[in-house]
């Protein structure tokens, strides 16, 4: 009788330490499968590339909308310009020049620049007749070789290059510490109401 409880005590005592080994192998396994706290982690570590992606997205479509802006304000201003009879004056081509900052607002006037070239040609030579610049956008000009300006001045009229140039901020300048960048457009056009455009029967300098 002795012999059979000691028998039985010894059975309990190892099936319940083999029930414990068992909870902490449970837990052990519990704990490396368990994910509480990735998803935290990983969006603390793709959360900047987000909002940098989101202010990119924000920049280009806001650059595509204010380049399209500036091609329909040098198209204003050399239509406006040509327009005009044989000779034009200097405070038309101003105020002509205020159309870009009408087409350009919100943008700041400060910012828009506009250039008004005239090329002439002169038996084969083509050579710039006058200019006239509202702040100047600087660079090299409007992009017109020799052959283009062939073409366009082949019935011996003149061209006008407008030329419209304005500032542009993106939001990631402010994020990366990098300035605005300059955005310009050039239309070419020729008189409407003869061969030749005069600004204020001078040359060069208008």
Known sequence: MIASERKVMIET???GTGKVHSGWLVRIARF?????GVVSIEAALLFPFIILIGFGMIDTTAMISVKRKIAVAASAVADLTTQETTSVTTANLDQFM????AILNPLPASGTHVELTNYKRDGSNVSQRWKH???GCGGSGPSLSGSDLDKLTE???DIIAARVCASFQPILG???GTGAITLE????????EGLTLWCNNKENNC
């Open 155 to 157: 019935q011996g009229n």
């Open 174 to 176: 402010y994020v990366m």
């Open 98 to 101: 205020l159309a870009a900052d």
């Open 185 to 192: 457009e050039t239309v070419s056009q020729r008189p409407r």
């Open 32 to 36: 490396g499968r368990t994910s509480d």
């Open 133 to 135: 610049t509202r702040g």
């Open 13 to 15: 005592k190892t099936t």
